[in-house]
Nanobody, 115 residues
Framework: QVQLVESGGGLVQAGGSLRLSCAAS????????MGWYRQAPGKQRELVATVTGNVYTNYADSVKGRFTASRENARNTVFLQMNSLRPEDTAVYYC?????????WGQGTQVTVSS
């Protein structure tokens, strides 16, 4: 059974940094795409960043220049380095992975940015 487990969330002041990690278990193949989504209270889940293979990255306009996504393909792990955090970045952040025509989600990790 495939599981994605996130870690690294927490409370930080505006302007601070956090690093999220997501590790997959129960897989015998490498995911095609891994990335991050977030959902703020009362809002729909939205894309934050994705990494295809180990080269191509895609970011939401709201995080470009502040967030960096990266992967360790050998371990099916994805990271999200978040700098210059803003109160509007407050949300539950979910790890996402695509592979073998299936999509997987983590349970989410809370990120709270205080002003």
């Amino acid at each position: 059974q495939v599981q994605l487990v996130e870690s690294g969330g927490g409370l930080v002041q505006a302007g601070g940094s956090l690093r999220l990690s997501c590790a997959a278990s129960g897989t015998f193949f490498k995911f095609d795409v891994m990335g991050w989504y977030r959902q703020a209270p009362g809002k729909q889940r939205e894309l934050v960043a994705t990494v295809t293979g180990n080269v191509y990255t895609n970011y939401a306009d709201s995080v470009k220049g502040r967030f960096t996504a990266s992967r360790e393909n050998a371990r099916n792990t994805v990271f999200l380095q978040m700098n210059s955090l803003r109160p509007e970045d407050t949300a539950v952040y979910y790890c996402n992975a695509l592979g073998r025509s299936r999509e997987y989600w983590g349970q989410g990790t809370q990120v709270t940015v205080s002003s």
